[in-house]
Structures are given as C-alpha cells and as structure tokens.
C-alpha cells in the first residue's frame, strides 16, 4: 500500500464509517476498483476504525467520562445502580456481547467469503429498505432514558449485521432503534457508544495480529490513514448529529439504492472482480 492509496483509503473511512453507508463496503469498493487489490482486508480495516473511534470518544468525551465513573462508582455503592450514568454503562457492556461473540465465532467468514462484492451489493441494498421502513414507521416516542437490558441486546444484535460489509453499523444499528421506537438523535447517539468497546477491541486485537506478520509497506500507510480517518471522522459525527435532529434518512436510503445498482452493473459486466485480488 503506497502513501496515495493510504490518503484515499484514510478519507474513505473517515467520511463513511459514521454515515449509514457502510464504510466497509466503500472500502472494499474503492480498493478493488481503484486499486486492484483488497486495501488490506478485514484488518487493515479494524485497525483506521481505531481512527475514527478515537473521534467518538472525543465527541463524547464528557458523556463517555461521565458514564464510566458513574459505572464504576455504582460497584463499590457510592452511586446508586439506578443512576441513569450508572445504567447506560451496564447497557454499553450488554449491547457489545453480541458482535464481541459473533465476531469470533464467524472470524473466518468475515476475513473471508463475506467480503465478496456480490454480498456487498445486497447488503446496501437490502440494508436500504430495510432503513428506509424503520425511518418511515418509527413513532421516536423513546429516549435513552427509556432503554433496557432487552433493548440493550437488541441494539447489539443489529449492531452485529455490520460484520458483513454493506450492512452499516450506524445504519444497522440505528434501523433497529427506529423499530424500537427511539428518536434518531438518541438511537445515533446510543450506536456511537456502543460501537466504543467493540471497535477497540477489534482495532487493538487486529493490530497486534498484523505487528507479528512480515509488512512490506511498513506502518506509515497504516498510520496516515487511521489519522485521517480520526480527522474527518470527527467532523462527520458533528454534522450527523446536527442533520438528523431535523432530517430524515430518505438521502442515505437513496445513496445506498444508487451504489448497489452500481456495483450490481459493474460487477455483471466483469468491471471490477467481487472476490478478493490473489496478488
């Protein structure tokens, strides 16, 4: 991977991985189209999330602290279990099961068969409609004040359909707070928390896969791209978050339609190749 592919790559995360749009799907799209090779897989992939996680936790510095300590008191009984701090971080705990079992129960097809562009293609599509129904029948007559343990599992289940490229996992796990009633705001809101300690420990778990294996590229690449990814990432969670306070996801649904046409056509008509490059 050369410094350019690394630029390009850094910014596609950064602008996508917020945005119901699946980064992983505009990564594998953009590497293998542009590129002609795979932009370094699922792990190279794990490890810019890192980037655009770290723009989380600065967005939500206060929130995140708050919640922590909040959590942490309530062990030892110095805050009440009740505290609505307190719960969020048991709710943050029990909504990352879910992808943190399912990602290594399915490690293997997710290095592998699911990054084949034809399920990419479907995904986007699929996903589209299904975010479309969520959008266009959410009654958002709940907050996070209102979210349980149940709830909790289920934005965690749909947060682990974005372990296939082209679900989304903001879009995954959004669709699935509007069919559970919540407001935009407070499902995005919870879907970037949540996505805190799986994309860590899915960053840092890959990243020391990668130091133990020969890089020819060295980390430069990999370190300019995660960067960019933190930067950009970071101005797209706070216009996001201003966006969907007054807006719907009609334009996101649309994208997602229009880009797995796309590919559908590339793909037929052999413009691009839906399995991963061998050199």
């Given at each position: 991977?050369?410094?350019?592919?690394?630029?390009?790559?850094?910014l596609?995360?950064?602008?996508?991985?917020?945005?119901?749009?699946?980064?992983?799907a505009?990564?594998?799209i953009?590497?293998?189209?542009?590129?002609?090779?795979?932009?370094?897989?699922?792990?190279?992939?794990?490890?810019?999330?890192?980037?655009?996680?770290?723009?989380?936790?600065?967005?939500?510095?206060r929130?995140?602290?708050?919640?922590?300590?909040?959590?942490a008191?309530?062990l030892?009984g110095?805050?009440?279990?009740?505290?609505?701090?307190?719960?969020?971080?048991?709710?943050?705990?029990?909504?990352?099961?879910?992808?943190?079992?399912?990602?290594?129960?399915?490690?293997?097809?997710?290095?592998g068969?699911?990054?084949?562009?034809?399920?990419?293609?479907?995904?986007?599509?699929?996903?589209?409609?299904?975010i479309?129904?969520?959008?266009?029948?959410a009654?958002?007559?709940?907050?996070?004040?209102?979210?349980?343990?149940?709830?909790?599992?289920?934005?965690?289940?749909?947060?682990?359909?974005?372990?296939?490229?082209?679900?989304?996992?903001?879009?995954?796990?959004?669709?699935?707070?509007?069919?559970?009633?919540?407001?935009?705001?407070?499902?995005?809101?919870?879907?970037?928390?949540?996505?805190?300690p799986?994309?860590?420990?899915?960053?840092f778990?890959?990243?020391?896969?990668?130091?133990?294996?020969?890089?020819?590229?060295?980390?430069?690449?990999?370190?300019?791209?995660?960067?960019?990814?933190?930067?950009?990432?970071?101005?797209?969670?706070?216009?996001?978050?201003?966006?969907?306070?007054?807006?719907?996801?009609?334009?996101?649904?649309?994208?997602?339609?229009?880009?797995?046409?796309?590919?559908?056509?590339?793909?037929?008509?052999?413009?691009?190749?839906?399995?991963?490059?061998?050199?």
């Amino acid at each position: 991977m050369n410094f350019f592919q690394a630029v390009v790559l850094g910014l596609v995360q950064g602008l996508t991985e917020f945005l119901p749009i699946s980064s992983s799907a505009h990564q594998l799209i953009v590497s293998r189209l542009f590129f002609d090779n795979d932009g370094g897989g699922a792990a190279f992939t794990a490890v810019t999330q890192l980037g655009t996680e770290t723009a989380v936790l600065v967005y939500f510095w206060r929130d995140i602290v708050r919640i922590v300590k909040a959590w942490a008191l309530s062990l030892v009984g110095k805050v009440p279990r009740s505290d609505p701090d307190a719960r969020m971080g048991w709710w943050v705990i029990i909504g990352t099961i879910p992808i943190g079992v399912l990602g290594v129960v399915l490690k293997d097809a997710i290095h592998g068969p699911v990054r084949n562009l034809w399920v990419t293609a479907t995904m986007l599509l699929v996903f589209a409609l299904i975010i479309a129904v969520a959008d266009s029948t959410a009654s958002q007559r709940k907050t996070l004040n209102d979210l349980n343990a149940a709830d909790g599992v289920k934005f965690g289940l749909f947060q682990a359909c974005a372990l296939i490229p082209g679900v989304s996992r903001s879009g995954g796990t959004i669709a699935g707070g509007l069919f559970m009633g919540y407001r935009r705001e407070d499902a995005a809101r919870y879907s970037f928390l949540l996505a805190v300690p799986a994309v860590l420990a899915s960053g840092f778990f890959e990243l020391l896969d990668i130091a133990g294996k020969p890089n020819p590229d060295g980390w430069t690449p990999i370190v300019i791209a995660t960067v960019l990814a933190g930067i950009v990432g970071y101005a797209v969670i706070a216009w996001l978050m201003r966006y969907i306070s007054t807006h719907d996801f009609k334009p996101f649904v649309f994208y997602r339609i229009a880009l797995a046409v796309i590919l559908f056509a590339l793909l037929g008509f052999g413009v691009i190749d839906s399995g991963a490059p061998t050199a």
